[in-house]
T-cell receptor
């Protein structure tokens, strides 16, 4: 079993829709949770960085962490064609600051 | 502010050869990380350097090695290249001792033929 599981998609939604991207994990020691966006032929770009459980909002993006269920989500409101990319969840524990574990990524396509 | 820069952008090598990939971190960042992103496998952690020392290593054979220079730039060396080493190699940097999220470069696409 992988430490972090993420549905690879692809996920295709119409412009303006609310997008929900999710990851599950098995290591209860994970405390820091991240979402990265990766455009084709580019490196991943950090979108959201959260600690422990709860919600964090940044513009059209909301990150949600439920540690009791070992489940994290990223919501994108009013989705735009420019949001089309691969989204990677990532997480690490307090003790393993060096080693961020990434999900395999979900390919998202926003249809105009 | 310049981001993380990697060179070369693309590299084509023959099986058995050696490849050298280079990375310059964001100014002020002392930690450099290397990841391999092979098709369908996601990002796999390779190496972490901080203050010139190798601090952690992923589950890769010893022919994957590297170093960090006094100016915090880093080099990844892959010896005895195999076909399955073909991947996008990403370098990331952060403030010291693995703090915060990482900032990634655009990667080096290594193709082994």
């Amino acid at each position: 079993q992988k430490e972090v599981e993420q549905d690879p998609g692809p996920l295709s939604v119409p412009e303006g829709a609310i997008v929900s991207l999710n990851c599950t994990y098995s290591n209860s020691a994970f405390q820091y949770f991240m979402w990265y966006r990766q455009y084709s032929r580019k490196g991943p770009e950090l979108l959201m960085y959260t600690y422990s459980s709860g919600n964090k909002e940044d513009g059209r993006f909301t990150a949600q962490v439920d540690k009791s269920s070992k489940y994290i989500s990223l919501f994108i409101r009013d989705s735009q064609p420019s949001d089309s990319a691969t989204y990677l969840c990532a997480m690490r524990s307090q003790s393993s600051a060096s080693k961020i574990i990434f999900g395999s990524g979900t390919r998202l396509s926003i249809r105009p | 502010e310049a981001g993380v820069t990697q060179s070369p952008t693309h590299l084509i090598k023959t099986r058995g050869q050696q490849a050298t990939l280079r990375c310059s971190p964001i100014s002020g960042h002392t930690s450099v990380y290397w990841y391999q992103q092979a098709l369908g496998l996601g990002l796999q952690f390779l190496l972490w350097y901080d203050e010139g020392e190798e601090r952690n290593r992923g589950n890769f054979p010893p022919r994957f090695s590297g170093r960090q220079f006094p100016n915090y730039s880093s080099e990844l060396n892959v010896n005895a290249l195999e076909l399955e080493d073909s991947a996008l190699y990403l370098c990331a940097s952060s403030l010291g001792r693995g703090s915060g999220g990482y900032t990634f470069g655009s990667g080096t696409r290594l193709t082994v033929v």
